[in-house]
Nanobody, 117 residues
Framework: QVQLVESGGGSVQPGGSLRLSCLAS????????MGWHRQAPGKERELVAT???????NYADSVKGRFTISRDNAKDTVYLQMNSLKPEDTAVYYC???????????WGQGTQVTVSS
């Protein structure tokens, strides 16, 4: 079955950086769009960034210029480099992936990111 395993979350001071990784597995035909969503306490889950196998990217306005999404297609791994972190970036970050051909959508288990002084 499809599994998404995230790593790299943690605590950092404002202005700091973190890098999230997500390894996807279990899809016969691989993954098309991969990305990251987040959910802050008391708020709805929101899209952070996505990327396709062709390298097309999309970002939430709130993270443009600070976050960079990238992927290694050979490893079915997606990364999120987060710089200039702000307290409002505090959230559980979820990896997401859409399987090629079948177009099924999957969520990872989430990793906590806390930005605090």
């Amino acid at each position: 079955q499809v599994q998404l395993v995230e790593s790299g979350g943690g605590s950092v001071q404002p202005g700091g950086s973190l890098r999230l990784s997500c390894l996807a597995s279990g899809s016969t035909f691989g993954f098309n769009t991969m990305g990251w969503h987040r959910q802050a306490p008391g708020k709805e889950r929101e899209l952070v960034a996505t990327t396709t196998t062709r390298g097309h990217t999309n970002y939430a306005d709130s993270v443009k210029g600070r976050f960079t999404i990238s992927r290694d297609n050979a490893k079915d791994t997606v990364y999120l480099q987060m710089n200039s972190l702000k307290p409002e970036d505090t959230a559980v970050y979820y990896c997401t992936a859409v399987t090629t051909v079948t177009n099924n959508f999957y969520w990872g288990q989430g990793t906590q990111v806390t930005v605090s002084s």
